[in-house]
């Protein structure tokens, strides 16, 4: 028994399927560049800022989180040959309403103490504050010896409000 969810992918895909034209794409992001955003479900990266199908990276997790995302970044420059990092925090962000201590006691008060053990070390980065946030991430990437010295990084805000970005560094 498929859920309304998954009726509603298989249904609109074969719409989409049945007009689907760009199927000879290269592997390679063509513009050469990533972009590491949030997860959050307000945010539409290919229309909010500019990326056509093949063009680039997306990279989301919670807080578009510069340290969970450098396996995906590694992979994206050494394998797949980008040289650019847009990242891309936003107003209203989740991660600004918790601590760690809260996360791992609503893991533990909801999942048990197995749970909890296992998640015992994961660090869930929040922050308090967004400009401050991106600062941090952008300066984290350009110290990283994992990212190459040439690679061009900025760092933006998206207004979930407005739908407008503004660049911070
Ligand atoms: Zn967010």
């Given at each position: 028994m498929s859920s309304s969810i998954q009726k509603n992918l298989a249904s609109k895909n074969a719409e989409y399927a049945s007009k689907?034209?760009?199927?000879?794409?290269?592997?390679?992001?063509a513009k050469h560049y990533l972009i590491l955003t949030c997860?959050?479900?307000?945010?539409?990266p290919a229309a909010a800022f500019g990326i056509n199908l093949g063009d680039a990276h997306v990279i989301r997790n919670a807080g578009a989180s510069a340290r969970d995302a450098l396996r995906s970044i590694i992979i994206s420059q050494?394998?797949?040959?980008?040289?650019e990092i847009i990242l891309i925090k936003h107003t209203?962000?989740?991660?600004?309403?918790?601590?760690n201590d809260d996360a791992h006691s609503l893991v533990k008060k909801n999942l048990g103490p197995s749970a909890s053990a296992e998640i015992a070390?994961?660090?869930?980065?929040?922050?308090?504050?967004i400009d401050d946030a991106i600062k941090g991430d952008v300066e984290y990437l350009k110290r990283s010896?994992?990212?190459?010295?040439d690679v061009i990084i900025s760092g933006w805000v998206y207004e979930v409000e407005t739908g407008k970005v503004r660049q911070i560094v």
């Open positions: 689907f034209t760009q199927g000879d794409l290269a592997l390679p992001p997860m959050d479900a307000r945010i539409d050494q394998l797949l040959g980008t040289k209203g962000c989740g991660m600004l309403t918790f601590s070390t994961l660090d869930f980065l929040p922050f308090t504050n010896a994992a990212v190459s010295d």
